[in-house]
């Protein structure tokens, strides 16, 4: 074997052992890869389901206010007519004329006239 043979062996042996050593970085590459993809997997899953679950619970609690707005709207419209009631039950006239309507009561003096209804 010549001196100019045993370079070039020397070289392929260079070469495939840089060869070998490429291929285990490479194969440590593909592994550290896989486990951070396996990862970034999971925890999109994860991410996922937590955002479904929370838009669930918003619209649930967003239907159930708009509820409470509604009852709330009505118990002020009742809390209103309620209390126009009130000023008005401080007016003698307008006892005087709930006693009259209601019960048949008359002041000393008053002749009641009745109206008879009559049907089509």
């Given at each position: 074997?010549?001196?100019?043979?045993?370079?070039e062996?020397?070289?392929?042996?260079?070469a495939?052992?840089?060869?070998?050593?490429?291929?285990v970085?490479?194969?440590?590459?593909?592994?550290?890869i896989l486990?951070?993809?396996?990862?970034?997997?999971?925890?999109?899953?994860?991410?996922?389901?937590?955002?479904?679950?929370?838009?669930?619970?918003?619209?649930?609690?967003?239907?159930d206010?708009?509820?409470k707005?509604?009852?709330?709207l009505?118990?002020?419209?009742?809390?209103?007519?309620?209390?126009?009631d009130?000023?008005?039950?401080?007016?003698?006239?307008?006892?005087g004329?709930l006693?009259?309507?209601?019960?048949?009561?008359?002041?000393?003096?008053?002749?009641?006239?009745?109206?008879?209804?009559?049907?089509?």
């Open positions: 074997m010549g001196k100019y043979a045993a370079r062996q020397a070289r392929t042996q260079t495939k052992s840089k060869q070998e050593a490429g291929t970085q490479n194969a440590g590459a593909r592994r550290r486990i951070w993809a396996s990862f970034m997997v999971v925890f999109l899953g994860w991410a996922c389901f937590t955002m479904i679950s929370q838009q669930s619970q918003i619209a649930d609690k967003s239907a206010l708009a509820k707005k509604q009852e709330q009505s118990v002020e419209k009742t809390k209103e007519q309620l209390m126009t009130v000023k008005r039950l401080n007016d003698p006239e307008y006892i004329q006693a009259r309507k209601n019960f048949g009561m008359y002041k000393p003096g008053e002749t009641p006239i009745h109206a008879e209804e009559t049907g089509p």
